[in-house]
């Protein structure tokens, strides 16, 4: 029986509401009341992020010893601690794990890029908690990952949580997901034009002008409250010179060179959750072995634990020779690696951050050995860093941006973004996933972006199809059928066995067409017999069976086991609905 398997999402129920009609009325009919909203959430998410990176702070301090505001900056960490602090994170990751897999099962954990992909926006509370103290600790104890993931998971959620309380349109749903996730960027870089587009090309996947204002409002908003509580931590490097246009064959060049180290980086993360799958490990006990790991790595240099924030400041600053920049290229992509691999949670924006400035500083160094250069090594360091974290995201204007805000030069600007359209079009020719999206695939989704396809899998067969269907015996006698059906009366006439079991579809124009009228039963003119449609198919899905069956029409069974007939649903209808909803998701977006 040729069927189609749906991903079921998690149970996500209306929430009860405590705010007057009144006001909801007000949220959902004028647009300045979304952008009140979205100012709200960029406070949250700017004075929820200030308190992670103080509590970070503190954390380290008291595991690492060290008084700079991450690890990865410390000149010097006692080598008890970078050995075995990560290990103890690992153990206390691995207790939460079991006690969320065994004592909380119902919980389901939906970043903000999947739940505007699928769900409309919609995330859960208790899922979306237990992510942010999970990302805390892996990167409290030191795993070679950034907090960017805690950080617009709790932005993005507060956000979520927000608009199911004023039960705001789906479209808007998403628009105040994408503002949380913009706060939580914008105050973590201290950039708000940088956290404004992260959200339009990541979490929102487009650009809208009604989108706009509450994106922006919202990064502008978080940034404030993070300069209220706490001093930003993030980095301005000047650079009021020009680039030649030899030096943007360099630049070019560094395109293409970070979009091979972030394919190998994104592939070596899969390798490794793929080996401990393999070996049977159990889950809670990965991230003790990849603290382990991460632990031995840094007994050579601290630089690679936690997100490297740190270390990119000091990598800035520092003259490294050839040797110390592969060195730290080589640990720092292993080490997040396998603290992907083995379960710690976080992301990788930081990490490729890091990693593309010591690639860019790396390559430019040898070029200036190969061919002289006159451009200040630093300028291709941060080059190097929003080409990497392009080829990681997919997001090249977010990058752009963020040079623009840190170096306030415009041709230096220019030659990011062109590095970074090289980098983006090259993982996308050759590898065709961000990280994100490859995390997906992995999982077996179809998401290539945030763009809003839930709604296609809302739309089903069981929501489509024709209930009232009338179906016949397959023993009838042709002549029996021919004088129950005259032509013009039907097109199609399901068939039956004695069970009510699905056996086929019977053409009344075949079966008037057929000189036998004395056989016994309707198995000659049967078709289809091996494929329908179920309820829980969603559109696409339908429109694939009807492709592959070359019908126009098909029966709908309960399911391949009982094959109970329970609708009918033509290729024509499912188009028609399909186009209605289209439009009805692109009148949403214009309004």
């Not at 500083?361 to 090594?377: D, E, N, Q, Y």
């Amino acid at each position: 029986m040729t069927t189609a398997s749906e991903t079921m999402g998690p149970d996500l129920e209306p929430t009860a509401s405590w705010v007057p009609q009144r006001f909801r009325a007000f949220v959902r009919s004028d647009e300045l009341w979304l952008v009140g909203l979205a100012a709200l959430v960029g406070v949250f998410a700017g004075v929820g992020v200030a308190a992670i990176v103080s509590g970070l702070h503190g954390v380290q301090f008291l595991l690492f010893g060290t008084t700079t505001h991450d690890v990865s900056g410390a000149v010097y960490v006692a080598a008890s601690r970078a050995a075995f602090v990560p290990i103890i994170g690992g153990m206390l990751l691995g207790v939460t794990i079991l006690l969320a897999t065994r004592l909380t099962k119902s919980i389901a954990t939906i970043d903000p890029i999947e739940a505007n992909a699928l769900f409309g926006g919609r995330i859960p509370m208790a899922g979306s908690a237990v992510l942010v103290l999970q990302t805390i600790i892996s990167s409290g104890f030191g795993a070679s990952i950034g907090m960017e993931a805690g950080y617009t998971q709790l932005g993005s959620a507060a956000a979520s949580k927000l608009g199911q309380i004023f039960h705001v349109r789906r479209n808007d749903m998403r628009v105040l997901v994408g503002c949380g996730a913009a706060g939580a960027i914008a105050a973590a870089f201290d950039a708000p034009l940088t956290g404004a587009f992260y959200a339009f090309e990541l979490v929102i996947a487009s650009y809208a002008i009604a989108s706009l204002a509450p994106v922006v409002v919202a990064s502008i908003a978080a940034v404030a409250s993070m300069r209220l509580l706490i001093e930003p931590s993030s980095f301005q490097v000047g650079f009021a010179g020009t680039l030649s246009i030899s030096d943007y064959a360099l630049v070019l060049t560094m395109g293409v060179a970070c979009s091979v180290l972030g394919i190998s980086l994104m592939r070596l993360v899969a390798m490794v959750e793929a080996a401990f799958v393999r070996l049977k490990v159990p889950a809670w006990l990965r991230p003790s072995i990849g603290g382990a790991a991460v632990g031995l790595m840094a007994l050579i240099t601290p630089a690679i634990l936690s997100s490297g924030h740190a270390a990119l400041h000091v990598g800035f600053g520092a003259d490294y020779s050839m040797a110390t920049l592969l060195l730290l290229i080589g640990l720092k992509t292993a080490a997040s690696a396998v603290s992907l691999g083995s379960g710690f949670r976080g992301g990788l924006f930081f990490a490729s951050l890091f990693l593309g400035a010591m690639l860019g500083k790396l390559v430019a160094i040898w070029w200036m050995m190969a061919f002289g250069l006159t451009t200040p090594v630093l300028v291709f360091g941060i080059v190097g860093m929003c080409a990497m974290a392009t080829a990681v995201l997919g997001a090249p204007l977010t990058m752009a941006f963020l040079a623009l805000e840190t170096t306030g030069s415009l041709p230096l600007t220019t030659a990011v973004l062109g590095a970074a359209v090289v980098s983006s079009i090259t993982v996308r020719r050759t590898f065709g996933y961000s990280f994100a999206t490859w995390r997906f695939h992995l999982r077996g989704e179809s998401i290539r972006s945030a763009a809003d396809i839930g709604w296609i899998r809302e739309l089903t067969v069981g929501r489509m199809m024709r209930k009232d269907v009338r179906t016949v015996r397959a023993d009838i006698t042709r002549d029996q059928l021919k004088r129950d059906f005259p032509l013009g009366s039907a097109q199609r006439v399901i068939a039956v066995d004695e069970a009510e079991q699905y056996l086929g579809i019977v053409l009344v124009s075949d079966l008037h067409r057929s000189p036998d009228d004395d056989a016994l039963d309707l198995t000659g003119l049967l078709k289809f017999r091996t494929t329908a449609l179920e309820p829980r198919m969603n559109v696409r899905e339908a429109m694939k069976t009807f492709s592959a069956a070359e019908s126009d029409g098909l029966a709908v069974i309960s399911d391949v086991d009982r094959r109970t007939v329970v609708g009918f649903l033509s290729e024509q209808h499912a188009l028609r609905r399909y186009s209605e909803e289209m439009d009805r998701r692109a009148s949403e977006i214009a309004t």
